[in-house]
């Protein structure tokens, strides 16, 4: 069986590395995007299950990522789990807006995120 690929779109490195690590050893086959053109290219190419975007990128920012997939026929199954800073009221109901699946604020708890991915793949 094929493990679930995952991309995670974030222009932090570290970040990234923190998400990335623990998704691996769930047994996930993770792809990365640093900046929002290489996360909807990345996107179209690789078909991902799932994706962990940030909204604060450079080049497209995840707003229009999302939209963009969530609006296209052919990737809009896709589950969208936005991770950020951003954390008031207005920034969360446009990014539901766009077609989020889920809205999660930075710092976040692993745990949490992980059983978010579980509960996303598994539908």
């Known amino acids: 069986m094929n493990p679930k690929k995952i991309l995670i779109v974030d222009d932090e490195v570290d970040l990234v590395e923190t ?11 993770v792809l990365v ?5 290489d996360a909807l290219s990345q996107a179209r190419k690789e078909s991902p299950d799932l994706i962990l975007l940030d909204l604060m990128l450079p080049k497209l920012d995840g707003y229009k990522v999302c939209r963009l997939l969530k609006f296209d026929e052919r990737y809009k199954h896709i589950p969208i789990l936005m991770l950020t800073a951003k954390t008031q009221e207005k920034d969360k109901v446009i990014g539901m807006e766009t077609g989020a699946n889920e809205y999660i604020t930075k ?17």
């Open 19 to 29: 998400v990335r690590f623990p998704l691996e050893i769930e047994g996930y086959h």
């Open 33 to 37: 995007a640093y900046n929002g053109e």
């Open 107 to 123: 710092p976040f708890d692993m745990d949490y995120l992980l059983k978010k991915v579980k509960e996303y793949l598994s539908k």
